[in-house]
T-cell receptor, first 118, second 112 residues
C-alpha cells in the first residue's frame, strides 16, 4: 500500500551495529505496528502504538525499541543487531474503528524491509 | 485471546472454487473474523471481515455458522495470481490491550 512507506527496503549490517527502520504513513491513521516475519512463518508483533503517547510491547519486543515521533511516523530500532534478527520487517497502520457488536482492527501494511545481520 | 487453526497448505487448479476453513473454538462475543492475503515479499492485504452469517465482496465470500466457532473463506474461480498465504484472525478488543496474532496461515497454490 503506497500510503504506508518503509525505509530502507533492504539493509545488510553487521553484528553489534545499531539499526533504525523507519515507517511513514499518509493514511491519517492513529495506530501503528511493527511486525517481523521469518521465512515460511507468520507475522509476529514487536511493538504497537495507539497514538503518539501510547507505546506497547508485542510478543517479541526484546532487543528492539521504538519511537513514535509523530502520528505519521513510527521507527523501529535494533540497538545491537544480532544474526537471529535477520528477517522481513513490516510496518502497519490502522484506524481505530468500532463496528456494531464489537471492535475490529483492519491493518494496512507497508512493503517491508528485508534486514540481514551478518 | 482466541486462537485459530487453519490448514497449512492447499492446492487447487485455475477456475476452481477454493474454500479455506478456520477453526476458532473460543471466539468471544465481540470478536470479528478477518482474513488477510499475503504474496511473497509483500505485506498482508485485507480481504474480508465478518461477524456472523455471510459476507461477500468483490474478492471473496466469508461464511460463518451460527455458533461462530469456525469460518470459511471462499475464493470463486481462482487464478494463478491467487497463489498466496491466507491468514485468519479473530479480533479481540484492542482497547483492552489484547493483541491480534497472525498464525502460520494457509499456503494456497493454484496450478494451471
Amino acid at each position: 500500500d503506497a500510503d504506508v512507506t518503509q525505509t530502507p527496503r533492504n539493509r545488510i549490517t553487521k553484528t553489534g551495529k545499531r539499526i533504525m527502520l523507519e515507517c511513514s504513513q499518509t493514511k491519517g491513521h492513529d495506530r501503528m505496528y511493527w511486525y517481523r516475519q521469518d521465512p515460511g512463518l507468520g507475522l509476529r508483533l514487536i511493538y504497537y502504538s495507539f497514538d503518539v503517547k501510547d507505546i506497547n510491547k508485542g510478543e517479541i519486543s526484546d532487543g528492539y525499541s521504538v519511537s513514535r515521533q509523530a502520528q505519521a511516523k513510527f521507527s523501529l530500532s535494533l540497538e545491537s543487531a544480532i544474526p537471529n534478527q535477520t528477517a522481513l520487517y513490516f510496518c502497519a497502520t490502522s484506524d481505530s474503528s468500532r463496528l456494531a457488536g464489537g471492535s475490529t482492527d483492519t491493518q494496512y501494511f507497508g512493503p517491508g524491509t528485508r534486514l540481514t545481520v551478518l | 485471546l482466541a486462537k485459530t487453526t487453519q490448514p497449512i497448505s492447499m492446492d487447487s487448479y485455475e477456475g476452481q472454487e477454493v474454500n479455506i476453513t478456520c477453526s476458532h473454538n473460543n471466539i468471544a462475543t465481540n470478536d470479528y473474523i478477518t482474513w488477510y492475503q499475503q504474496f511473497p515479499s509483500q505485506g498482508p492485504r485485507f480481504i474480508i471481515q465478518g461477524y456472523k452469517t455471510k459476507v461477500t465482496n468483490e474478492v471473496a465470500s466469508l461464511f460463518i455458522p451460527a455458533d461462530r466457532k469456525s469460518s470459511t473463506l471462499s475464493l470463486p474461480r481462482v487464478s494463478l495470481s491467487d497463489t498466496a498465504v491466507y491468514y485468519c484472525l479473530v479480533g479481540d478488543n484492542w482497547n483492552a490491550g489484547n493483541m491480534l496474532t497472525f498464525g502460520g496461515g494457509t499456503r494456497l497454490m493454484v496450478k494451471p
